[in-house]
Nanobody
Framework: MHLVESGGGLVQPGASLTLSCTPS????????IGWVRQGPGKDDEDDEG???????????VYADSVKGRFTISRDDAKNTVTLQMNSLKPEDTGTYFC????????????????????WGQGTQVTVST
């Protein structure tokens, strides 16, 4: 079972970028899926949760730093979760990881994202002039 991210790249400030998360070996149905990023030069302890989408209902939770700019959505028919990033800033630069809560018993969100137990390899996003 794997998660595969795609869509990273180099963009200028103010631009948009769309990341996708696709599972391999399982379907995303009912699982809470999230995005976590790691800034350049930082280690795992400094990872920042970007946000997550519930397994039922499509409800979302976002970090304050990305509210109003980023949107997480899921298409269970296509077995994909998407992170749409608009108005990108240099401080958004980092490696973006897709993650899934497979062991949790909840499919709904209650104001915060869960801990994850399956992670993708990450995709690099660089926002620079």
């Amino acid at each position: 079972m794997h998660l595969v991210e795609s869509g990273g790249g180099l963009v200028q400030p103010g631009a948009s970028l769309t990341l996708s998360c696709t599972p391999s070996g399982f379907t995303l149905d009912h699982y809470i899926i999230g995005w976590v990023r790691q800034g350049p030069g930082k280690d795992d302890e400094d990872d920042e949760g970007v946000g997550c989408v519930s397994g039922v209902g499509g409800n979302t939770v976002y970090a304050d730093s990305v509210k109003g700019r980023f949107t997480i959505s899921r298409d269970d028919a296509k077995n994909t979760v998407t992170l749409q990033m608009n108005s990108l800033k240099p401080e958004d630069t980092g490696t973006y990881f897709c993650a899934a809560d497979l062991l949790g018993s909840e499919s709904r969100l209650y104001g915060s994202c869960p801990e994850y137990d399956l992670w993708g390899q990450g995709t690099q996003v660089t926002v620079s002039t």
